[in-house]
């Protein structure tokens, strides 16, 4: 109840940009690690999976679009503060857009640590290692999403049996780790996100 009730205030917005803050700051510390001890094995187009992002961070540069895109959002999430104390309509699209944002930046984070605790286990064991690997974006892409469902169904589990806004929000937020990249793939991750907030909010009223 106690995070839940930060989450109301400008604790929200403030920790938001931590986890992006974050998020940019461990992608650039795992692909340091990378570069410095994995590359030799493993050979990839770009360290950074989201394409929008990827030149700026082969460069070591700072992907100032990340920084366009999520500002407006959080930028959402402290204007919708001003509202939710007297309108039901407002907090429950601010419990879902925080719930998301928090899921989607914190499984990032987390990937990005186990990376580095990775790289940072290779640097010590080289010996365990010979040979050299190629893999294209696509197939670091579907490692990647290999990885989803278990997080999903974690999240899932825990909104059947506390169905909230909050965690209906964590749930629409992992679908941005899908990272869909063609027209296909949009359509059925927009697909998937709307039954799956259509079926959580008839589940969040009525139990069904």
Known sequence: ???????????????????????????????????????RF??????????LFADAVKKNQYPFLHALRT??????VFFLQ?????SPEALLLY???VGALLSLFLVVNASHVANILFYTWVGRHLEYFSGQLSMKHAALL?????????????????FFLQPSY???????????????????????????MLLVAFFGHLYILYGL
């Open 1 to 39: 109840m106690l995070f839940s009730s930060l989450l109301q205030t400008l604790f929200a917005p403030f920790f938001i940009l931590v986890l992006v803050t974050l998020d940019i700051w461990l992608t650039f510390q795992g692909q340091k690690l990378y570069r410095k001890y994995y590359a």
């Open 42 to 51: 493993v050979d990839v187009e770009s360290y950074e999976l989201n394409p």
């Open 71 to 76: 500002g407006p959002i959080v930028g959402i």
């Open 82 to 86: 001003f509202f939710i104390e007297t």
């Open 95 to 97: 419990q879902v857009l």
């Open 142 to 158: 579907a490692q990647m999403r290999t990885n989803m469902p278990g997080w999903f169904l974690l999240v899932l589990i825990a």
């Open 166 to 192: 909050w965690l209906l929000g964590m749930l629409l937020g992992l679908f941005g780790m899908f990272l869909p990249v063609s027209r296909k793939e949009k359509l059925l991750t927009a697909l998937c």
